[in-house]
């Protein structure tokens, strides 16, 4: 579990905070195997044991003062007594984890209901109305998720298009049933599916019938152009609508599996692959809204096209989750999707929202093996207490609030990845005492299920009997955080983490795009800045006004007094200049925007800061690093006179060489250098597969790379005036904070 604050020293009082002008909050990595400092939990049982404080419900922990019989909770004060197992227990102090380390998974035991042979279910639904290149695709990354997938497992085949088509492998050879789906938008599917098929004739064990689902994957065709006009209906203005029916096959999918949820399975998960928009059935929508309409109408296409034009997988998201289903997005294609409607589906039952924009460099078989590779951790709850002086004001990340108790969040389900962020406010006027020892406290208490295989069950030395099940571990995994309280701005300003202030900056700028337009989230940003840069200035007391009034002032934008705060102006202009955060005239696709929007929300703050600030690098040769950083201009190409650079964007990996290169230079770099071996471990340390590309400057089209030159005035040419240089923006930065002091 790993936590990192904005700041490790937090303001005194509000007042504190507000002359700061910097963001106060944490976040929040709870499924992580380590915490930020590359720490293990100390691992124990019996956590319904561990003792809680009466008042404010914390856990009791290290920082928690212990008499004989009694303990003052470390979070609100509060002295509460011990029952006489607790007080025999820690008179063995170190034989309790909770009084070794602030850091401490605990096991929890089951309800007998709960005790059940937990088969790992997976199920892809593939769409046929698609293309020849879209299915070798989808075959190649479902041959790999069937490698990684555990022993015990069971797999289903769907696919549908204007039918839902449901696979039996556990013959002899691979027998297929379809129900054909109504066209219109409120009709449901005729049957259901279990009366279709069985539902233990779908699911098959994938130890036995690997060899009968890859026969099954290899019949998979397109639909044909007749079958598609026949099983669809006509819609408006008389135009033939496709054959996707993607939104029924989903529902009549998830009341098929949810039939066995809590029986066969805790968690089945979809991989729902997508070529296009829905349109026949339930949820097809109209992907007509994206055209030339909004510039006659004069919308505002960036607010327009964000919000989803139908509550329909929000709501089927609902049903997702009550039937045990975690539903991931694979959508390969580079039409309008309409992904703004499609993504409450994934990101709302625990799932993840993948885009590939074509067939040809997809990394989607590797995003697959890797996806189902990693542990994973479900029906979570996390909850963030803290000290009585302050509060969480919002939380932000892929889970939804608890209807009845506050800062309790569900989490369907979520990986060693998954972040979740969370902004302070103080409690009250007073703050934090300046006189006494008591310190700022957090916990986070994080509470889940994983399924345990089989023979770590044997390693355990359980029953014999039960070891060719699955079974399911309840854990309680806490942490406890103490932190620092600053007596003057220039100690908050020295405790600034500049890569957590990235993530809840991303958080809220995504959140003002989605409510009030991507203009109004480039605002926000840029004013932020122009606040802080104030703050700052005024803080440290460098404005220093002459005769003239504030033509004479001298603003230092570039925080040249605070080594925590310099690489923020950079990161905002970084952020600016995004995908996530630049117009739709300038040719972002609503589609590509949605995708980075769920991907940012969701990563740890050094992946984030990655991914809008790439780490440009050289080497002199593929065995020695030259630099391990360069600003992003051709003006560090040309002055570090170094022949080859690495560019890490997180999503993508490019390998440069320049012009003037030595020719016996080899290239592509061979795979045991030093520069492939860190390229391949940072493949490795990803959440997704960054692509990989290797370009020859002078031989081969530079634009993928010199378009991440982003301090570059203009670079892409395109003449909007959004596009301005790092020094350009610095100098617009100056002159809005003279204003604002004005």
Known sequence: MAARATITRFPVDN???????????????????????????????????????????AYYNTYCEQEQWA????????????????????????????????????????????????????????????SEEFLELVKSALLAALEALG??????????????????????????????????????????????????SFLAPVDTC?????????????????????G???????????????GSAMESLFNYLGSEYGNTFALARVFAFLSGAPDIGAGQLDTRRYGEQYASRREDADRALLPEQTPFYKDLAAVAVQSGVCVDIFAVTNEYTDLASLKFLSIESGGSLFLYTSTDDSTLPQDMYRMLSRPYAFNCVLRLRTSSEFQPSHSYGHFFPDPQYENVQHIICCDSFATYAYDFEFANNVGFSRHTSELPMLQIAFQYTVVVPPDELANAGSNSTRRAMHSLKRRLRIRTLQLGVAHSINEIYDSVDSEVVLLLLVHKVIQ??????????????????????????????????????????????????????????????????????????EGVHPDYRIYLQCLFSALEPSSLNRAIYPLLTSYASPDKQAYPRH?????????????????????????????????????????????????????????ITPKLSFIKGGQDDATAFENYLIEEQDVEGSGFTSVMGFVSFLEEINQSTLEYLK
């Open 15 to 57: 007042d504190a905070l507000e002359e700061s002008g910097i963001l106060w909050g944490v976040t929040i990595s709870p499924f992580s195997t380590k915490d930020e400092n590359g720490n293990p939990p100390v691992y124990g049982s019996d956590g319904h044991l561990l003792p809680r404080c009466e008042n404010c419900w």
């Open 71 to 130: 303990w003052t909770c470390s979070l609100c004060g509060t002295l509460n007594g011990l029952d006489t197992q607790a007080v025999a227990r820690y008179s063995l102090p170190e034989s309790c984890p909770e009084n070794v380390s602030s850091f401490i998974d605990l096991e929890l035991p089951m309800e007998e209901s709960e005790e059940m042979q937990a088969r790992p279910v997976y199920v892809a639904a593939v769409d046929l109305s698609s």
């Open 151 to 200: 022993p015990g497992s069971l797999f289903g085949l769907a696919t549908f298009s204007h039918k839902i088509g449901l696979y039996d492998v556990q013959g002899p050879i691979p027998v297929v049933k379809n129900v054909f789906i109504p066209h219109d938008s409120d009709g449901t599917v005729s049957m259901e599916l279990q009366d279709v098929m069985p539902l233990s």
């Open 210 to 230: 690997k060899d009968r689902i890859t026969s099954a994957l290899e019949t998979l065709r397109p639909i044909t152009s007749w079958e598609r006009t026949s």
């Open 232 to 246: 669809a209906g006509q819609g408006l203005d008389g135009v033939f609508l496709g054959g996707r029916g993607f």
């Open 512 to 585: 003002a795009s989605l409510e009030q337009g991507v203009r109004e989230g480039r605002m926000l940003l840029h004013d932020w800045l122009v606040v802080l840069t104030a703050q700052y200035n005024d803080a440290c007391k460098l404005i220093q006004s002459g005769h003239g009034g504030s033509t004479g002032v001298h603003i230092d934008v570039a925080f040249s007094q605070c080594p925590q705060l310099q690489p923020l102006p950079r990161l905002v202009f970084a952020l600016l200049r995004n995908p996530l955060l630049r117009l739709h005239e």
């Open 631 to 687: 600003s992003l201009s051709r003006a560090a190409l040309i002055t570090s006179g170094s022949p080859i650079f690495f560019l890490d964007a997180f999503t993508n990996l490019i390998v440069f060489y320049a012009s003037t290169a030595d020719p016996s230079l080899p290239f592509p770099p061979p795979q045991d250098c030093l520069l492939r071996t860190t390229i391949n471990k940072m493949k490795q340390e990803r959440c």
